[in-house]
Each structure stands twice: as C-alpha cells, then as structure tokens.
C-alpha cells in the first residue's frame, strides 16, 4: 500500500503559463517519496503525463506515459504554435529538476492523432507510423532524439531503405478501388516509397491522413516504426540541443521546481490510502481498417483541409 498527494503548480514561460498537477506516491511505512506523477497542461486539461522515481530511490530511468493528441492539446494545433514540442520541453525539464539523477525516459507513449475520413467519421490513429510516413523519422525522434533502445541499427537500416528503389515492389495493393485509381499513376511516378509519401503529400495535402490510412500498414517493413521500444537519454551528448531546460518562471509563493522534494516533506496536510497504481504499457496499434466502399474520388474532389 501506498499514499498519493497531489499538489497543483502554475508554470510561467515565454508561451504563457501552463499547469502542473505533481502526485507524489509515498511509502506509508518508510515515508520515502518512491516515485512521482508529472501531469502538464491547463487548468481544466492535462496533456502530457510522465513517470519519474523520487530521488531517494536508486532508479534512474522514468517513463512518458503520454502526450494527449485530444481536441484541447490538438497535435496540428500545437504544431502550428510550437506549443506540444515546448510542452514536452517543460515536461522534461521538470522531471530533470525534482530528480537529477534521471538518466532518461522510456516512451510508453500511445499517441494518436484525429483522421476524417470519406465516410463523414473520424478515426483515432497513432502518431507515429503516420508520422514517420510523411518526416522520415517519428514526432519523438525528430524533436527529442528519441531512440530504439533495442535494434535501432536495424530501425536506421529500414529508414535507408525507404529511400532504395529496389525496395519498392511493382505493384502495391491499396485496399480500395478508388485509392488504386488515384494513386497507382502515383505509385508508377515515383522511385522510393520516400518519394511516394512525399508525392502524396503534395497532391493532397491534409487529407494525406485518409488516403493512407487503409494501407500504411501493409508497407513493407513498417511495423519496425510501431515497436514499443523507444527511450529519451538525457545522457547522450548528442542530443542535449533537442532536450534543453526551460525557463520557467515562479508564478506562486511555493517553489515550483527544484525545491519540490523538500516542500513536500514540510507540507503534509491529507493523505489517502491507495494501492499501488500501476501504469501498463499497451504496445502501439496503427489500427488501419480495410475500407473497401470508401468513396475516395468524392472525398478528393476538394483537397482542402480535413
């Protein structure tokens, strides 16, 4: 058994101010803090969780549970403004002030994005096959340098591949009658599959979503992107530039980082018992559908946004 007490923290930065809500999990019999909750987001709507052991503890490594890709932390809206990227950063940054001794984080994150598709209805898919589909690397990778913890030569091998056109077979099923005629002259023009999802993203612009959503999956090699094993190493030299600290103002009397730990010993109000929360981790499903009667040439008529 277990206590959680939470306690809730505006953060000040350049973007404005965002909240924090910090559950410590405490050992009722021992008192040590064994490991903390970091929920980021606004007042109403947290949109990042992630994971990290108290600085008592000899663990090193935490977790980032996940990054909300909802209607209010909308992943197009906050790229537009930079906002998920510097939400991460500050997630991060205050993960790395309450426990110095964090050596990184695993990425247990299941990110999903909204898809409108031809039918009028709007499918949850995950970020980052579709990502990597359109960058060449995943969200996590590109703005953290994220890695595969296990089997990255072979993950940075396939990326070359993408780019070989003896990898791209001569024909390729697509899943619907409408996708096969408006995308095998597509598919012919191009030499790589990198030079085909670039293609498709010029053509059709937003609503690149839907056209690849019934057959991503089926690409050859792909679920090498959809594995479970990705990891944020705040020691790695390589990638400090992507991981910076944030400045974070203290918009309250109480101290908002750094001095956490210690503010929550002298602080204790209410406790409630609680049995140990466990977070489990789902591997990524790209849960690609066969939609075989989608009307895709009406659909495509306008390819406006989505």
């Known amino acids: 058994m277990s206590l ?18 910090l559950t410590a999990e405490i050992d009722r019999n021992t008192e040590v803090i064994k490991s903390y909750v970091v929920n980021l987001g606004s007042r109403t709507k947290k949109c990042i969780q992630i994971r990290i052991p108290g600085p008592a503890t000899n663990d090193t490594e935490g977790s980032l ?12 809206l906050f790229n537009k403004q930079n906002l998920a990227q510097h939400m991460t950063h500050i997630g991060l940054t205050v993960a790395r002030k309450i426990n110095p001794n964090l050596h990184g ?11 409108d598709m031809p039918d009028g209805s709007s499918k949850l898919i995950a970020l980052k096959p579709f990502y990597f589909a359109f960058h060449g690397s995943t969200w996590y990778e590109e703005k953290f340098g994220a890695k595969k913890y296990e089997n990255h030569d072979d993950y940075l091998l396939y990326k070359q591949k993408l780019q070989k056109p003896d990898f791209k077979p001569a024909k390729f099923e697509f899943n619907n009658s409408d996708l096969k005629v408006i995308l095998e002259p597509l598919y012919k023009s191009t030499n790589t599959w990198a030079e085909f999802f670039k293609a498709i993203e010029q053509q059709f612009g937003r609503k690149k979503c839907a ?12 679920h090498i992107i ?81």
């Not at 939470?6 to 809500?21: A, D, I, N, R």
């Open 226 to 306: 959809d594995t479970p094993n990705w990891y944020i190493d705040f020691i790695d030299a390589s990638i400090q530039h992507k991981i910076p600290m944030i400045e974070i103002e203290q918009n309250t009397s109480r101290p908002v980082v750094g001095g956490l730990a210690k503010y929550w010993a002298g602080t204790r109000k209410r406790r409630r018992n609680v049995s140990r929360k466990k977070y489990i981790h789902y591997p990524n499903n790209p849960n690609i559908p066969v939609v075989q009667e989608y009307d895709y040439k009406t659909f495509l008529k306008d390819k406006g946004g989505i």
């Open 211 to 222: 056209v690849v959503l019934p057959w991503l999956s089926r690409v050859p090699g792909f």
């Open 105 to 115: 984080l695993y990425l247990y994150d299941d990110s999903k994005i909204s898809c």
């Open 4 to 21: 959680l007490e939470s306690k809730h923290y505006p953060l000040k930065t350049k973007y404005g101010v965002f909240y924090l809500k």
């Open 65 to 76: 549970i996940w990054v909300e890709k909802d209607e209010s932390c909308g992943l197009e």
